[in-house]
């Protein structure tokens, strides 16, 4: 099981941060990270990291504003989004795979959506 948490109300250029924790079957994954779906879009991957290495990875257009990391026990993950800019605005959902791939083009497990929503 994955719970997201940490969506809300952010101000153009501002900063918001989510966090994702593993529970059951779910610990087993090897990588995990966020994708997001803007209204009318499909849902795109955004960035992942693998539990063991901690190695990053992240689509163009968060690079530099957006960095994901794990905590110590490799239970949870967390989306630190700076810079934030009105194309960030979606719901977010936290994801896992069994497979060792950053782009992460198989999910095994989704997490529940936490809207984020940038204004001028």
């Known amino acids: 099981q994955l719970q997201a948490f940490g969506g809300g109300l952010a101000q153009l250029g501002g900063s918001l941060r989510l966090s994702c924790a593993a529970s059951?079957?779910?610990?087993?994954?090897?990588?995990m990270g966020w994708f997001r779906q803007a209204p009318g879009k499909e849902r795109e991957f955004v960035a992942s990291?693998?539990?063991?290495?901690?190695?990053?990875f992240y689509v163009d257009s968060v690079k530099g504003r957006f960095t994901i990391s794990r905590d110590s026990n490799e239970n949870s993950v967390y989306l630190q989004m700076n810079s934030l800019k009105s194309e960030d605005t979606a719901v977010y959902y936290c994801?896992?795979?069994?497979?060792?791939?950053?782009?992460?083009?198989?999910?095994?497990?989704w997490g529940q959506g936490t809207l984020v929503t940038v204004s001028s």
């Open positions: 059951g079957r779910t610990i087993s994954s090897l990588v």
């Open positions: 994801a896992a795979s069994r497979r060792n791939s950053a782009t992460m083009p198989v999910v095994d497990y």
């Open positions: 990291i693998n539990r063991i290495s901690g190695s990053a």
